[in-house]
Nanobody
Framework: QVQLVESGGGLVQAGGSLRLSCAAS????????MGWFRQAPGKEREFVGA????????YYADSVKGRFTISRDDAKKTVYLQMNSLQPGDTAIYYC?????????????????WGQGTQVTVSS
C-alpha cells in the first residue's frame, strides 16, 4: 500500500515557477516509479513526467521537456516537480501517482495509487 499527498500548488503569473511536492508512505518504495499527471477542465488526464525510486531515471512529456524537472529525496520519501517558465496552458490539477509496472509509465491506467491533486493556475 502506498499513500501519496501532494502540496505546493497555487497561482502564478506566466513565466513564473512553482515546485510541487509529493510525500509518499510505504515500505517498498524502491520498487515503484512515481508519476506526475495533470488534468485541465474538460480535458483528459495527461502524463507530465515520471521518476523511478531505484535509480532516479526520469521521463517527460514533450510539452514540458526542458521546463519541468522531477527529482526525489529518499530520506524524506518525497518526489518533487519543479516547474519553470509556466504558461497558461499549464493550468490544471496536478496529480502524483505510483506504479510498480514500469512498462506503462506514460499511461494513466498504469498507476495503482493516486494522490488527491493540487491546483496550479497560471495567469497571463
Amino acid at each position: 500500500q502506498v499513500q501519496l499527498v501532494e502540496s505546493g500548488g497555487g497561482l502564478v503569473q506566466a513565466g513564473g515557477s512553482l515546485r510541487l511536492s509529493c510525500a509518499a508512505s510505504g515500505r517498498t518504495l524502491s520498487r515503484y516509479a512515481m508519476g506526475w499527471f495533470r488534468q485541465a477542465p474538460g480535458k483528459e488526464r495527461e502524463f507530465v513526467g515520471a521518476i523511478t525510486w531505484s535509480n532516479g531515471n526520469t521521463y517527460y512529456a514533450d510539452s514540458v521537456k526542458g521546463r519541468f524537472t522531477i527529482s526525489r529525496d529518499d530520506a524524506k520519501k518525497t518526489v518533487y516537480l519543479q516547474m519553470n517558465s509556466l504558461q497558461p496552458g499549464d493550468t490544471a490539477i496536478y496529480y502524483c501517482a505510483a506504479t510498480n509496472v514500469f512498462l506503462t509509465l506514460r499511461r494513466v491506467e498504469g498507476y495503482q495509487y493516486w494522490g488527491q491533486g493540487t491546483q496550479v493556475t497560471v495567469s497571463s
